[in-house]
């Protein structure tokens, strides 16, 4: 009930700034971002990590796209319903070239990023090797290589597909990464260990963005971490919580405060950026409001039970994963999908269905959860006083 009475007062006190300010609001032009750039993980990806090592199967994909095109979710992600919200296509992702078309911005998002890197593989520890850094020299590069070929193409048939140089400066760049951090971080140290890493992860996304700023990039929509502990697949390893150990919602307390530390530091060093980045406007998107109003909401929201998963088997201490096959005691079982994916707020355990995105979306694309709350298509703009 208090995290309820923070999300409502916070939207009503955001609502409050956009109508007092509403005159001033009025006279910003709408920004037109001719591109978007976005940096993050699975919950971003378009099709990144399926082209670098393994194919995405149905039934991801099957609500929207029918057919699996690289997204970790029945439907469209989050980055859909933002490229839908100002009148771009889909995004196409850098390390996918089939059919790609990058006049209208590039995914360098791949599933299992995080802003460290990781120092084992993808294959032992699932985590992608194209982390924060990666992704940023990875943008450095197309940006000099794009800029180059579309001084050299002229009237050459692949030039519409190139991004124009002036547009770089121009167009949306957003941040949506951590949460594997974070996940990994719980595994693999103490709740000490982890709380003091927490410092490095924001100075590497700081940096991250200070490079682009260099390069020209000058808008900025940075997503802080969300829920994690109410997650349905970390909720099926826990075993015997401890009284105390989970909120009224059932999520793991612990694993959401690392959440709540790591956005706060992230905000902070936000606002410190404001003022080393003159003419960069950067909100910061608290996701985290988003998602939790959701879950501790769901059922008046049109959801079943947000602890439920959609798509694989998740009971009685088995654990199959969506689309996998698993033999347990001489009996095949399969990861199979949901009949009606709109009722559920996890689609596998860990990634949103299309309609949870959606609603999410919804709650964010105005601004209200945003610092400034200005709406996306307004986050070109600064508001010194706010």
């Not at 990039?217 to 401890?242: D, E, M, S, V």
């Not at 530091?265 to 409001?289: E, G, H, N, S, T």
């Not at 079943?304 to 698993?326: L, S």
Request: charged content about 20%; aromatic content about 12%.
């Amino acid at each position: 009930m208090e995290f309820l009475r923070i999300f409502v007062t916070g939207i009503f006190l955001a609502s409050w700034v956009l109508s007092v300010g509403g005159e001033e609001m009025k006279a910003f032009p709408s920004c037109h971002f001719p591109a978007v750039y976005t940096f993050g993980d699975s919950n971003s990806d378009t099709g990144g990590i399926l082209a670098a090592f393994y194919p995405i199967v149905l039934p991801y994909g099957e609500t929207f796209f029918h057919r699996a095109v690289g997204r970790a979710s029945d439907g469209r992600l989050l980055i859909d319903f933002i490229a839908e919200h100002l009148g771009l296509p889909y995004l196409s992702a850098y390390l996918d070239s089939i059919g790609a078309s990058f006049r209208h911005g590039a995914n360098f998002a791949t599933g299992g990023s995080t802003i460290r890197r990781p120092n084992e593989t993808v294959f032992q520890s699932g985590l992608s090797p194209f982390s924060l850094d990666v992704q940023t020299a990875h943008h450095d590069q197309f940006k000099a290589r794009t800029s180059y070929l579309y001084r050299q193409a002229k009237k050459h048939s692949y030039k519409p597909l190139l991004p124009r140089p002036k547009d770089f400066s121009k167009a949306l760049y957003i941040f949506d990464i951590g949460q594997n951090d974070l996940a990994s971080g719980l595994k693999k140290m103490s709740k000490e260990q982890l709380r003091a890493s927490i410092p490095d992860m924001v100075k590497q996304l700081a940096a991250a963005i200070q490079n682009l700023y260099q390069q020209g990039a000058r808008t900025f929509w940075i997503h802080n971490t969300g829920p994690i502990g109410c997650l349905p697949l970390t909720l099926a390893y826990l075993q015997n919580p401890k009284p105390g150990s989970l909120d009224q919602h059932g999520c793991i307390k612990a694993q959401n405060d690392m959440a709540v530390e790591f956005n706060r530091q992230l905000k902070d060093r936000v606002i410190k950026l404001r003022a080393a980045l003159p003419d960069a406007a950067l909100a910061y998107v608290d996701i985290y409001a988003a998602k939790y109003g959701l879950i501790s909401n769901a059922k008046n929201q049109g959801f079943n039970d947000p602890g439920k998963i959609c798509c694989g088997h998740y009971e009685n201490g088995i654990r199959v994963f969506c689309a996998k096959k698993a033999n347990i005691n001489g009996t095949e079982i399969y990861g199979a999908p949901c009949e009606n994916p709109a009722l559920f707020v996890s689609w596998d355990g860990v990634h949103y269905t299309e309609a949870a995105n959606k609603w999410i979306a919804n709650h964010i694309l105005n601004g209200s959860l945003s610092d400034p709350p200005l709406p996306i298509t307004l986050a070109c703009h600064k508001l010194e006083h706010v």
